[in-house]
């Protein structure tokens, strides 16, 4: 039998897009089926051919629900790919939502290119429609953590929880003899609502997450910038707009303002969710209990809400997004996405950033290229619907509420490992931050390990 082989298509040397084609015994299996974001370059890789004959792919392995994990699926099946998606069923609960809307975002910017001649492309077209995400939900095959499943021909793989959001997996894949085990993107320690990293203790091939490879996140857990920024739009009547991931990063946020309220250390001012894709996740999060740590359980059974502030007003409609913009101060206006490249909160970064009073607030990872990290690295304007927009609001930031672990943290979970493995890739990161971890797992643990690069070939 030829040797298991994978092949890094996507999250090699960047944090999006990630694709990592496994080829073991005549079966085709992909993990992770991803878009690309950020920079002009990578977002241009969706366009591209397929690097694989989409056809001849078996199954799909996802980790988890985020775009950069998931959002190419309904492309891969536009280009022929009809197999299963196997991923854990709080991935296919957040699915149902994520894919739909992310196809609506394509079909929305593309004609609201064409309508004002903001393209170079005559007509501007969808990546992919709500139809081809449609069918991609149709293919989707849930599978409860911990169970062993056969996702092709003599293959055997299982899901382990990686605390990152609901539903997010460590991929395990035994294939003609060997172990590959991809983290995923691996969640913290002691953090609010998600238990901790599932250990893994054997693999013969090991791909890691680098995202925070080369740093700690702050030793708070974001509360002070919270409160400070809560505080500021208080004192000054104006608006705290949140660009936050729908999925994930607004549940963290929502728990922690309830929190903070609670316990009389901000006050309680109107916020206003203003996704319709992170009403129905925070709804998602609700019914999977069984996913929750201790602290947020703790909530629950007494009759609470964890992710309920006190004035709390959803914005379902576009009708209710678009009375935000006469919306006075004080409010808080939590907004998808969370990196500024698409959404409704483009809308608001439109109105308020030439305004004093608004405060902007980050609290998620900012990939190069995006708006994001545009405005957290200090531009006094910004480029949003073919317009230069002003920058005089405050801009934070801060990493404390990442819900990826940091340096210090991938190498605890790796410390867990029994014996190395063979051979280790450093994925899901930028240069510096995979290269930063390589030298640190090298360093400190003794293991073989190399960063991963895009299109290579290895085998497992």
Known sequence: MTPPTLTFLGAAGTVTGAKFLLDAGGARLLLECGMFQGLRTLRERNWAPPPVEMA??????????????????????????????????????????????????QEEEAEYRNRTGATRHRPALPLFTEADAERTLRLLRRVEFERSFAPAGGLEARFHPSGHILGASIVDVQAGGRRLVYSGDLGRYHVPIMRDPSPVVAADTLLIESTYGDRAHPADDGTPLIVRAVERAAERRGVLLVPAFAIGRTQDLLYLLRELESAGRVPSIPVYLDS???????????????????????????????????????????????????????????????????????????????????????????????????????????????????????????????????????LRWLAGFGAPPATTWCVHGEPPAATALRDAIRAGLGWKCDVAVDGALTPV
């Open 276 to 410: 319709p894709m992170a009403i129905e996740a925070t709804a998602v999060y609700a019914r999977h209990p069984e996913e929750h740590d201790e602290e947020t359980t703790r909530v629950t059974s007494a009759g609470g809400q964890p992710f309920v502030p006190s004035q709390f007003h959803v914005c379902r409609t576009v009708g209710d997004s678009k009375r935000l913009n006469d919306l006075p101060g004080p409010a808080i206006v939590i907004s998808g996405s969370g990196m500024a490249t698409g959404g409704r909160v483009l809308h608001h970064l439109r109105r308020r950033l030439p305004e004093a009073s608004t405060t902007v607030l980050f609290v998620g990872y900012q990939a190069a290229g995006t708006r994001g990290r545009m405005l957290r690295d200090g531009a006094d304007r910004v480029r949003i619907f073919g317009a230069d927009v002003p920058v005089r609001a405050t801009v934070l930031a801060t990493d404390a509420l990442s819900a990826h672990a940091d340096r210090g943290e991938l």
């Open 56 to 105: 001849r792919v078996d199954a799909v392995l996802l980790s988890h629900a985020h775009i950069d994990h998931s959002g190419y699926l309904p492309r891969l099946v536009r280009d022929g790919f009809s197999g299963p998606i196997f991923c854990s069923p709080g991935t296919a609960d957040l699915l149902r939502l994520m894919l739909p809307d992310a196809a609506r975002l």
